[in-house]
C-alpha cells in the first residue's frame, strides 16, 4: 500500500481536512463541509489534494479537468477557480500557493482521511501481529468509522481519480479483513459469520475472508457448514479461473476435517491465539534488526525486477460488472506471477504489481518478468477475441533497487516509474525500461517508444533458452550495469 498518498508537513493554524472516503469533501477546524462551488472546481481541490505539497502544473490541471478538448479560457478558468477556493476557504487559504508553473496545497500530517485511515491501519496490523488482539480492534474500528462511502464518490468517472479509487478500495477490504482477523482472536467468532458471508458475496474471488468465514463457522460448532463454504469456493474457482483453491485454504479444509485442536477459539482470558492465515493476507512486517547501543538497521537497497499490468474494460460498464472482471483476470495475472517466480507485493483495482528477485536477485529475473507479461497480455487477448470490448491489458517493466521499509511497504524508483508509465501505453502493448532492456538484450526483440524513453517488446529471439531459476546472483547485485 505505499505510495498511495504524498507526504504530509507539521503545520499550526486552521485544521484543512480532506475526506478522500466517501465524497469529496473539505471541513475546516472540525466544523460543516465547506461549499466549494460546481463540479470542476470541486475537482480542481481534489487533483491539489492528491498531490498534496507538490506543485501541480498548471497545464496537467487543464489535462486532469477538461482532458484533451480543453476550452480556449482554460487557462483564465484555472486562475478563476483557484481564487474562489481560496475564498471559500477562509483562513486556511493561504494554504493554497501560486507556485510556478503551477499551484500547490499545503497540508499537514492526517489532514487526509485516507492519510489516517492508513495510518491506523498499520497501526492496527502490527499491534495484531504483537499479539494484543484488543488493541488492534480498537484501532481497526476507529479506521473504519472514517468511511462515508465508495471513496471519490461524486468522481468516480473522472480520469485522475482512475488510480486512487481503487487503492482506496483494497485499503477498505484490508481494513475489514483485518478488524475480522482481530475478532476471531478475541474469541467473537458467531459475531463475525454475518459480516464475512456479506464480504464473500461481495469479494468472491477473494480468498482470505473464505479462509475466515470457514474458520468462524467452525468455532461456532458449524462443521458442516464450514466444510460446505469450502466447496463453495472450490466451486467458484474452478468455474471462473479453472483453478484450485490455495494450499493453504486446502490445508485448512484438512486441520477442520480432522478437528485440529490448533483451530479451537480462544479463551477469553487467553489473549490472542494463534489464527491460521488463509489466503492473501500480506506477511507480517519483519521488526528492524537492532544492534545494541545502535538502534534500528539502515534498509538496505535491493536490485530487482518490477511489472506493473494494468487491466480495464475497453468500453464503459457498470461498476459491479467492471469489478467482477476485473478480479477475475487479476487473479488469473497474481498465478502467472507466482509461477514465474514472481511476488505479488500490490493488487490494486486493476493494477498489479510483481516484482522478481525480491527473495534472491537472479540474472534471469528480468526475462521472466517480460514473459509473464507476454503470457498475460496473450491471455486477456484472447479471451477478448471471444468476448470483443470486454478487457484489455498493458504493462510496463522496470529493473533497479528498492528499499523494503520495516512495515514490509517496498519504494524505490523501478516502482514508482512503472506505475506512472503504465498509463501512458496503448493497449496490449509492453513496455520496458533501458534498464531492463539492458539486462535482456540477449534474449529479446525492441523498437524505441514514449519518444525514446523506454522500449516496445515485439517478441523474444528464436533461439534464446528460456530462463532458469537457479542461477541466482545473491544478495552481491547491486547495481544494473
Given amino acids: 500500500m505505499s505510495g498511495l498518498l504524498p507526504c504530509y508537513l507539521f503545520r499550526v493554524g486552521p485544521v484543512l481536512e480532506l475526506g478522500l472516503l466517501g465524497p469529496f469533501e473539505v471541513r475546516i477546524d472540525h466544523g460543516a463541509p465547506v461549499a466549494l462551488g460546481g463540479v470542476r472546481q470541486r475537482a480542481l481541490l481534489a487533483v491539489l489534494g492528491l498531490h498534496a505539497n507538490q506543485v501541480v502544473s498548471t497545464d496537467r490541471l487543464i489535462d486532469e479537468l477538461w482532458g484533451e478538448h480543453p476550452p480556449s479560457t482554460a487557462v483564465h478558468t484555472v486562475q478563476v477557480f483557484v481564487s474562489r477556493l481560496r475564498g471559500a476557504l477562509g483562513p486556511a487559504g493561504e494554504r493554497l500557493l501560486t507556485r510556478p508553473p503551477g499551484y ?59 488510480a486512487t479509487i481503487p487503492r482506496l478500495e483494497e485499503l477498505r477490504l484490508n481494513c475489514r479483513e483485518e478488524t475480522i482477523e482481530a475478532e476471531l482472536a478475541l474469541g467473537r467468532h458467531a459475531e463475525v459469520v454475518s459480516e464475512l458471508e456479506s464480504l464473500v458475496r461481495e469479494q468472491p474471488l477473494r480468498e482470505r475472508p473464505r479462509g475466515q468465514l470457514m474458520l468462524a463457522l467452525y468455532r461456532s460448532g458449524r462443521q458442516a457448514e464450514a466444510l460446505e463454504a469450502f466447496q463453495q469456493a472450490r466451486r467458484m474457482l474452478v468455474d471462473e479461473l479453472a483453478l484450485d483453491p490455495s494450499p493453504a485454504l486446502q490445508e485448512l479444509e484438512q486441520r477442520i476435517l480432522r478437528q485440529d485442536p490448533s483451530l479451537d477459539a480462544p479463551m477469553a482470558d487467553a489473549g490472542i491465539a494463534q489464527i491460521p492465515s488463509v489466503g492473501d493476507r500480506p506477511p507480517a512486517p519483519e521488526p528492524p534488526a537492532t544492534t545494541e547501543g545502535v538502534g534500528p538497521a539502515t534498509p538496505l537497497p535491493k536490485t530487482v525486477t518490477v511489472l506493473v499490468a494494468r487491466l480495464e474494460l475497453a468500453v464503459r460498464a457498470d461498476p459491479e460488472v467492471a469489478r467482477t472482471r476485473i478480479s477475475i483476470r487479476r487473479a488469473e495475472a497474481e498465478q502467472i506471477i507466482g509461477r514465474h517466480g514472481g511476488t505479488v507485493v500490490s493488487r490494486l483495482g486493476g493494477e498489479v504489481i510483481g516484482v522478481y528477485g525480491l527473495r534472491a536477485t537472479r540474472e534471469d529475473d528480468a526475462l521472466w518478468a517480460l514473459r509473464s507479461a507476454q503470457e498475460l497480455l496473450s491471455r486477456v487477448a484472447k479471451l477478448g477475441a471471444a468476448e470483443p470490448g470486454a478487457l484489455v491489458a498493458r504493462a510496463f517493466v522496470d529493473t533497479g533497487e528498492v528499499v523494503r521499509e520495516a512495515s514490509g511497504d517496498l519504494s524505490g524508483e523501478p516502482i514508482s516509474t512503472a506505475l506512472e508509465l503504465v498509463h501512458a501505453i496503448s493497449e496490449s502493448e509492453i513496455l520496458l525500461s533501458e534498464a531492463t532492456r539492458r539486462v535482456a538484450s540477449d534474449a529479446i526483440q525492441v523498437e524505441s517508444a514514449l519518444g525514446g524513453s523506454a522500449w516496445r517488446l515485439l517478441g523474444f529471439v528464436a533461439d534464446a533458452r528460456k530462463p532458469e531459476r537457479s542461477r541466482a546472483l545473491g544478495s552481491c547485485v547491486t547495481q544494473v550495469i
Fill in 104 to 162: 500547490v496545497l499545503e497540508l499537514g500530517a492526517d489532514e487526509i482521511d485516507a492519510a489516517r485511515c492508513k495510518r491506523l491501519y498499520d497501526g492496527g496490523r502490527s499491534m495484531l501481529d504483537a499479539g494484543d488482539a484488543a488493541g488492534a480492534d480498537a484501532l481497526l474500528h476507529e479506521a473504519q468509522a472514517l468511511w462515508r462511502g465508495p471513496p471519490l464518490a461524486d468522481f468516480t468517472y473522472e480520469p485522475f481519480a482512475q
